[in-house]
């Protein structure tokens, strides 16, 4: 009989860090995540709930911020991506379903999604060769939708100099694959 073994998305026991350059791409798996989504009709209760529990309003269309313990991420009409620390919110959709009763829907997405952090001085180049997002021009609070090699992702700047690509994890491999090509054409 085997133990069973948690595997990274890029199947891995261990996040995967590559240095290519001056960029750094880091596998993040010490992150939970669910979809929050406000039901049809429940709109005081839900922005009631959410001011409660996040301590604000919640991110605008093409924004995100991170707070502690939840950072947010507008995904949709009503809809946003909740993130914590894996480590004292495993169960993330139980911990958000009790504040928000039946106003929202919330759903689990930890296991679903992959997260890669791009840092280092030439990451908007890289990005400009990946995508068509003016990554140049967005804010530290943006975050957008769009396609890399034909994959839906999201796109987050954090800092000048540092952005994460969330995707899904059946897409993990091919995503790190080019990220990292996308880096060493301009390492």
Sequence with gaps: MHDLAALTPLSATEPRIERIGAIRIVEVTDRSLASLTCRSGKSRPFEAAAKALFGGALPAPGAWFEGAP???IWTGPEQWFVEASFATHEDIAR??????????????????????DLEGTPVVDMLERLCPVPSRRMKNDAATRTMIEHVGCLVLRRAADRFSVIAPR???????????????SIA
């Design 70 to 72: 939840f950072s947010l």
């Design 95 to 116: 911990i958000l379903k009790e504040p928000f009763g039946d106003a929202a829907s919330v759903t689990e997405q930890t296991d679903g999604w992959v997260r890669f």
């Design 170 to 184: 059946s897409f993990a491999g091919s995503l790190h694959h080019a990220l990292c090509a996308a880096a060493t």
